[in-house]
């Protein structure tokens, strides 16, 4: 499903960013982790962030997902998803918790 308003098939009209909550799952393992990173990036950049306000989000959000890459139970997927709007992008994570034993 299209994230924004996307231009006609043809057209020159560029792809304007709309508030819109994205979500990803996958799992709670490292090699997924790049997959978060570039959605990030990519609506920052369909935001208008400036380069470097994408990399400083892609940053977070790689320290992020590092983070609780620790404390998550790989054998759960985990959840991210993103809020985002011209003016901002919220970043979520939710992820499967290791069980105590």
């Known amino acids: 499903m299209p994230t924004d308003a996307a231009a006609a098939p043809g057209s020159s009209a560029p792809h304007q960013l709309t508030s819109r909550r994205i979500s990803v799952c996958g799992p709670a393992q490292a090699w997924f982790v790049p997959t978060i990173r570039v959605m990030a990036a990519d609506l920052a950049g369909r935001a208008d962030f400036t380069l470097d306000g994408i990399d400083d989000l892609r940053m977070a959000v790689d320290e992020a997902c590092g983070c609780l890459l620790?404390?998550?139970?790989?054998?759960?997927?985990?959840?991210?998803?993103?809020?985002?709007?011209?003016?901002?992008?919220?970043?979520?994570?939710?992820?499967?918790?290791?069980?105590?034993?």
């Open 70 to 101: 620790r404390l998550a139970d790989q054998e759960q997927p985990s959840h991210c998803s993103f809020q985002a709007s011209p003016a901002k992008i919220e970043v979520r994570q939710i992820r499967a918790t290791k069980t105590a034993p």
